[in-house]
């Protein structure tokens, strides 16, 4: 049983808007939580999260345009993503913490078109 999963990747237009979703199983609550993207030969980057009192913070990348959100129980997530541009173009990781213990999931790819 995988611990976290992404969905809701696909091909989008450049301004076009998609919505990721992260859902936790096993028991596991992404008390802290954050989307991360990379895209080939980069470094994975932190673009948003949300801490175990609903504090959210945004890279300046995405700031006005990704919202990231939680539900009450902590074990599904989403990324709500306006005004895609092909720059956005990534795998999309969620990531998860509770207590001492962490999990990725395996990724979901946006592909953005110009």
């Known amino acids: 049983q995988v611990p976290l999963m992404e969905s809701g990747g696909g091909l989008v237009q450049a301004g076009g808007s998609l919505r990721l979703s992260c859902t936790a199983s096993?028991?596991?609550?992404?008390?802290?939580m954050a989307w991360y993207r990379q895209t080939p030969g980069a470094q994975r980057e932190l673009i948003a999260d949300?801490?175990?009192?609903?504090?959210?913070s945004y890279a300046d990348s995405v700031k006005g345009r990704f919202t990231i959100s939680r539900d009450s129980a902590q074990t599904t997530g989403w990324l709500e993503m306006n005004n895609l541009k092909p720059e956005d173009t990534a795998v999309y990781y969620c990531?998860?913490?509770?207590?001492?213990?962490?999990?990725w999931g395996k990724g979901t790819l946006v592909t953005v078109s110009s």
């Open positions: 949300i801490t175990t009192h609903g504090y959210k």
């Open positions: 990531f998860g913490r509770q207590s001492g213990l962490e999990h």
């Open positions: 096993g028991g596991f609550q992404m008390l802290y």
